[in-house]
């Protein structure tokens, strides 16, 4: 019984630190991905900072990434920026592939 309740905390804990890590590749390509809408937007640092705070807010409204893109593609249209849910989808998928590499580079 013993091998099996060591298994079974075992996987538990690989269960944990694994969606410990998915959500925080998450938060840092949330991040990314309004430095990048900040960049198009013409945003000063200090406004990127709140503005990449709002953006990670704004994930925790619904499971998924439609609630980011409907922020980012609502926001940089409001800027004036010509843009798209293609377009911005793009950019997550990019920033995702980044936030990976920098994360997993920490060990």
Same mark, same amino acid.
């Given at each position: 019984?013993?091998? *099996? ?6 996987? @538990?804990?690989d *269960? +944990?630190?694994?969606? @410990?890590? +998915?959500?925080? #590749?998450?938060?840092r390509?949330?991040? !990314? ?9 013409? =945003? ?15 994930? *925790? @409204?619904?499971?998924?990434? @439609?609630?980011? #893109?409907?922020? !980012? ?10 843009t ?6 793009? +950019?997550?998928? $990019?920033? =995702?592939? $980044? +936030?990976?590499r ?6």
């Amino acid at each position: 019984m013993t091998s *099996f309740e060591d298994r079974r905390r075992a996987a @538990e804990g690989d *269960f +944990a630190r694994s969606q @410990e890590m +998915a959500f925080r #590749i998450t938060a840092r390509r949330n991040r !990314l991905v309004a430095h990048w809408a900040a960049v198009r937007m013409g =945003l000063t640092p200090e406004e990127t900072d709140a503005y990449a705070k709002a953006v990670v807010q704004a994930d *925790f @409204e619904e499971a998924g990434d @439609e609630d980011v #893109i409907r922020k !980012l593609v609502g926001d940089l249209t409001a800027a004036g920026v010509e843009t798209s849910d293609t377009e911005v989808r793009a +950019a997550l998928s $990019e920033q =995702l592939v $980044e +936030a990976r590499r920098q994360l997993m580079g920490q060990g």
